[in-house]
């Protein structure tokens, strides 16, 4: 029997953040049954991520029309699967292009959306619904957007992200706190700096580490200055391996104001490491057990924040407990039964 070709098409495959992790785990999976490649609509260099089941990775990077070029490929290779990751407009821009073509009835277009769909603006929501009503199949990573797509009859799958569980459960106090993530608005950590501006009051000699890069960096530096937190927090930059950050940390901290399926908060239960987040849409409610192994907490409750981190470093043997009890939480990430959700797609 003759080998499927598949097709990921991507915003910036050239990035490391979730999207681009998630994408590498797809193409683990669906490489065992298919030849992949991958159509990035920019980006140039050096992928981060190994992507080692793909054949090749195409940039559109210097194409005046990357996305119509893309649905072009797709159509003269014409591949029988085509996933679309989108943290945005990309389902809607790529139907929208398709429209210029024939549609092959053999090939089965999968949109993969990456942002909670609530966290959109009327007109965005209006595009996006038109679009994802034509995809034979669309992939959400939580159960109110699966619930909401169904609704309006779109053909809707919940797939969640994975976990690597490694056991490591926390028995030594390091006194340091962790976030990850982009250095934008949407991770709210201009709101993390004004709590920790408090915690650090009553908690003296604990350190905050924020991995990532972005475009609020130097506006986040220059809040540290006259929040008088400078010597307690460090900004890492962009880390190739993360593992020793997990490992040596005491709880993991995350503020947004909305996400998708945050995959920092993932990779922190696979390091048995509790987590506070604010409960925002959507995301931190699918991973952490309120109370079991992190708190969830209302949005703009700094107050009720500050209290579980307070609670979380004066109380050794609760933050071991709720360390442990990631073994009993992370099962529905399993790699394993993703994966064949991935392949069942195809």
């Known amino acids: 029997m003759e080998n499927k070709k598949s097709a990921i098409v991507i915003d910036n495959a050239f990035l490391y953040a979730g999207t681009e992790n998630i994408c590498n785990f797809m193409t683990e999976c669906i490489s065992k049954n298919s030849n992949i490649d991958i159509l990035s609509v920019k980006g140039t260099g050096k992928p981060f991520y190994s992507f080692s089941g793909v054949n090749q990775i195409l940039t559109f990077n210097d194409s005046k029309h990357p996305v119509f ?33 024939k549609k092959n009835s053999f090939t089965k277009l999968i949109a993969c959306e990456h942002v909670s769909f609530q966290s959109f603006n009327f007109l965005i929501k209006k595009m996006k619904l038109w679009a994802l009503k034509k ?16 609704s309006k009859k779109i053909n809707a799958i919940k797939i969640l992200n994975p976990i690597n569980y490694r056991n490591h459960i926390k028995n030594k106090k390091f006194r340091k706190a962790l976030a990850i993530g982009r250095l934008s608005r949407q991770k709210g950590f201009d709101i993390l700096l004004s709590i920790w501006k408090d915690f650090i009051n009553n908690n003296p000699g604990w350190v905050l580490d924020i991995a990532g ?49 945050p995959l920092v908060l993932l990779e922190a239960k696979s390091w048995s490491l509790p987590c506070i987040a604010f409960d925002c849409p959507t995301g931190p409610r699918e991973i952490i057990v309120d109370n079991k192994d992190g708190f969830l907490i209302e949005m703009s409750d700094y107050y009720s924040y500050l209290e579980k981190m307070n609670k979380l470093a004066n109380d050794f043997d609760l933050l071991r407990e709720f360390s442990y009890n990631t073994k009993l939480t992370y099962k529905k990430f399993s790699n394993d039964a993703i994966c064949s959700q991935w392949l069942e797609l195809i």
Request: proline share 0%; hydrophobic share 40%.
């Open 69 to 101: 070029d893309i649905v072009k490929k797709i159509k003269k290779e014409q591949y029988n699967s085509v996933f679309i990751i989108s943290m945005g407009r990309l389902s809607f821009e790529f139907m929208l292009c398709l429209m210029f073509f």
């Open 135 to 150: 995809y034979d199949k669309v992939v959400v990573l939580t159960e109110l957007d699966k619930n909401y797509f169904l």
């Open 213 to 261: 890069d972005g475009e609020c960096l130097e506006e986040l530096k220059l809040q540290c200055q006259k929040l008088n937190i400078s010597d307690s927090v460090s900004f890492l930059g962009k880390i190739q391996d993360v593992s020793s950050l997990y490992k040596y940390s005491d709880m993991f901290l995350m503020t947004s104001r909305y996400e998708g399926l």
